[in-house]
């Protein structure tokens, strides 16, 4: 288990939990590496710098839509509701997952 990808999880877990919605069509991605590295862990930045959280949005963000084929998150893992990581990634953390399952079509937010 890394203890640091576990804090930089739930660090982001924190973050949006307000915004957060087990189930929504709209999501946003949150990149490991950048948060990471904004809490001192540069190891980590250089391992996940281009890997991202989903985060299920319960309202859209103002800006820049873009739909998404939902079975792009086909290996990915709920590691707590409205929350999800690619399965290797929940499972190097230690944290408790489930089956991430995705709508049909997703719409990637940008803020």
């Known amino acids: 288990m890394n203890e640091q990808l576990k804090t930089v999880l739930e660090y982001i877990k924190n973050e949006y939990s307000s915004k957060a919605l087990t ?3 709209n999501y946003l991605n949150v990149n490991i590496g950048k948060v990471a590295l904004n809490l001192g862990f540069t190891a980590l930045h250089d391992a996940y710098a281009d890997r991202e959280v989903i985060v ?4 859209p963000v103002p800006g ?11 290996n990915y893992a709920e ?7 690619p399965s290797h990634i ?4 230690g944290l408790p997952i489930k089956p991430y399952i995705a709508n049909d079509s997703m719409i990637l937010n940008f803020a």
């Open 56 to 59: 299920s949005l319960k309202d």
């Open 64 to 74: 820049m839509k873009v739909r998404i084929d939902g079975r792009t998150f086909v």
């Open 79 to 85: 590691y707590s509701d409205g929350f999800a990581v």
């Open 23 to 25: 189930g929504a069509r």
């Open 90 to 93: 929940a499972k190097k953390a």
